[in-house]
């Protein structure tokens, strides 16, 4: 397909969110949008695919537009086209669950607008090929996915994320703005191709990288820019949601590859051990956020950000053995990185769709609320359990090959050089395999509150299963992550070309009879397919010797009751519960967590309470500090409303004089 095909797709996209502003009010029109835009986003992904399997040669096209004299330029090349796939099928997905989610959604009007706006925006960073489109498309996409957070505004705490989430998402773009005035050089090359020729000195080089983390790490959800993510994630409709944590987190690690490895051409040493780092810091923070945690989605959003962490292990590995010379190690953790890129979008969009199933069934977030819901939803309940499953990397589901795969870029680290690097790589792959460790024990946790036990309230007493697109779509999800995980090597392969692209090498090896080889046969491989069938075997023979030597016929007996010999669902394990041993762990100095009890007077009635508490440090030592700053500026600022216009003038004159001088000591 080409580009100009794809740019007509986004062109389909922005005319229906404008027909969609028009006949929101519509009775079917929740229907004729979605379709749309699954039918849209269908073409789009058949286009990805296409270019990438059939490693065709880069497209390019200019547009008239933009600004005066140079156009919007456009260019499909392999890495823009995996991030198709991975944009488009996340599109397409969200929009068949929103035929079914989407009836019962409470303002229809405040969303449809912006839904198809907010994928032509993506598509469009994606294929971006100079610094004003890309610009442009990205601030789009922030705008349109705000608007989704703010659909229903009237919440308190729905408004605040989305004015912290703009706020962020103004300051990202800014970032990225001076990154590609540096990068630009003295020649104002706006296309990309101009910027690739123009060689920047490594201070210019370590500024590029640190604004872009700020930048395209603000929008993807690194530690510490990840405070606007737990709050607008929730925030939004839960097809919107299953978007922006699966999607959108994944334009931004786009934006990042593009101009660190594409345009900057890698970093040093020092600059991927940044990366690397801040990495592994993010991947086990936003796990122990998330373990503390009892809103489901916000739980989910926390996951994000710990994923985006081992996305960001596996760039950090690459740009270190780039810098290094070892070409083939560094394809190694950028193919483990790309993978783990697609296979967050499936499990993650799989989780947020059964979020948003059980919210509609329940009216709540709130896990501890719930319970017993297995019973109620066994459909969504077994596509839930493949959810946590992969995202807990357990084999032989997608979230273990890739996490396995960047596992094997940690075991090559003792040929790296630098000394800072053989102390620093393993420490990556312990927070990583810590951070793995911590996901399967939370998501014990989800399933375990919210599937199993006994409904807590009455809305989880009466459930229903949720409607049939909603389920097709689970269904096809965790499909996905099952075959993903059973045949790695396929689709480690179809990253071949954008591996190339971005390294400039390929893994040594990716497939020997449907095994996963990264480096060699004689050092490691897994097969998935094996994993499966030895899975599934096992676990027939166990329930047949169960079932034929257990003892004849099932034994009813009542359900623990851990100790209290009460029919009562409060008797159970909650998650706080569940949390306690972490939050003693580690909540004392990552959180400043406390726990007090108020007992009331002798002769009260009242009942005795546990209060117990959690601060978001980030949120309090750096946010909350340069907020109180800039309140202090603006209240000293107010005196300049009241001054005369001679004053003015005086000021306006002096600005000028020092910004001459700025110029000429600049140049």
Not at 55 to 71: C, K, N, Q
Not at 542 to 547: K, P, T
Request: one cysteine or more.
């Amino acid at each position: 397909m080409s580009i100009a095909a794809l740019l007509c797709c986004v062109a389909l996209f922005i005319a229906l969110s404008l027909l969609s502003a028009a006949v929101n009010r519509l009775f079917n029109a929740t229907i004729i949008i979605y379709c749309a835009c699954f039918a849209i986003a269908l073409v789009m992904l058949w286009g990805g695919v296409v270019h990438l399997l059939t490693h065709a040669s880069d497209m390019t096209i200019v547009l008239p537009i933009g600004l005066p004299w140079t156009g919007a330029h456009f260019k499909l090349d392999a890495l823009a086209a995996f991030f198709l796939v991975v944009v488009n099928l996340g599109a397409a997905t969200a929009s068949f669950y929103a035929l079914g989610y989407g009836r019962h959604e409470e303002a229809p009007h405040r969303v449809l607008p912006f839904y198809p706006a907010f994928l032509a925006a993506m598509n469009l960073v994606v294929l971006a090929n100079d610094a004003f489109t890309f610009l442009f498309s990205w601030e789009l996409m922030s705008l349109a996915s705000w608007a989704l957070v703010m659909a229903h505004h009237r919440e308190k705490e729905n408004a605040r994320a989305g004015y912290i989430y703009i706020v962020m998402a103004s300051f990202g773009t800014l970032m990225l703005l001076l990154a590609f005035a540096l990068l630009s050089g003295p020649g104002g090359h706006y296309v990309f191709s101009g910027m690739q020729g123009h060689v920047l000195t490594p201070l210019r080089a370590a500024v590029v990288l640190f604004l872009v983390l700020l930048g395209a790490g603000s929008k993807a959800g690194i530690y510490p820019l990840h405070v606007w993510l737990p709050l607008a994630h929730p925030a939004a409709p839960s097809h919107v949601s299953g978007l922006m944590s699966g999607v959108m987190t994944k334009v931004a690690v786009y934006g990042f590859i593009r101009i660190v490895f594409g345009l900057l051409g890698g970093t040093g040493e020092d600059g991927g051990m940044a990366v690397l780092a801040l990495g592994g810091i993010t991947a086990v923070m936003g796990v122990l956020y998330a373990l503390l945690q009892h809103d489901l989605k916000k739980l989910l959003a926390y996951h994000t950000v710990e994923n985006i962490g081992i996305i960001f292990i596996g760039l950090g590995l690459a740009l270190v053995f780039q810098a290094d010379g070892h070409a083939a190690f560094a394809a190694l953790a950028f193919t483990a990185a790309l993978f783990h890129v697609f296979n967050h979008s499936l499990f993650k969009s799989l989780l947020f769709f059964g979020a948003g199933a059980v919210q509609t069934a329940t009216r709540t977030r709130d896990m501890e609320r719930l319970g017993g819901l297995i019973h109620r939803m066994p459909q969504t309940a077994f596509v839930f359990l493949v959810g946590c499953a992969a995202i807990s990397a357990l084999p032989p589901f997608n979230g273990f090959a890739s996490e396995w795969l960047t596992f094997q870029a940690i075991i090559q680290g003792p040929v790296l050089t630098h000394w800072g690097l053989k102390t620093l790589v393993p420490v990556a792959g312990a927070m990583l395999a810590l951070a793995a460790a911590l996901a399967a024990a939370c998501f014990v946790k989800v399933y375990g509150i919210v599937f199993l036990g006994r409904p807590r309230t009455e809305p989880a007493k009466s459930a229903v299963e949720t409607d049939r697109f909603s389920l097709a779509t689970m269904s096809f999800l965790a499909l996905l992550c099952l075959l993903a995980g059973i045949f790695p090597g396929v689709f480690t392969s179809g990253l071949t070309p954008a591996v190339h692209e971005m390294t400039g090498a390929q893994m040594p090896q990716h497939a020997i009879w449907l095994s996963l080889v990264p480096v060699s046969a004689v050092r490691s491989s897994y097969n998935g397919l094996f994993i499966f069938i030895f899975i599934v075997l096992a676990a027939g023979v166990a329930a047949f010797v169960a079932r034929r030597f257990g003892g004849g016929a099932p034994r009813q007996a009542p359900a623990w009751d851990c100790g209290f010999p009460l029919d009562d669902p409060a008797t159970q394990y909650t998650a706080g519960s569940f949390a306690q041993p972490i939050r003693r762990v580690f909540g004392g100095h990552l959180f400043r967590a406390s726990a007090r009890v108020e007992m009331p007077p002798p002769g009260s009635l009242a009942p005795a309470r546990l209060i117990r508490e959690l601060h978001d440090l980030a949120w309090e030592e750096i946010y909350k500090r340069i907020a109180a700053r800039v309140l202090c500026i603006a209240e000293r600022l107010n005196r300049f409303q009241v001054l005369s216009l001679r004053h003015y003038l005086s000021i306006v004159f002096f600005c000028l004089i020092l910004l001459l001088m700025v110029l000429t000591l600049w140049f």
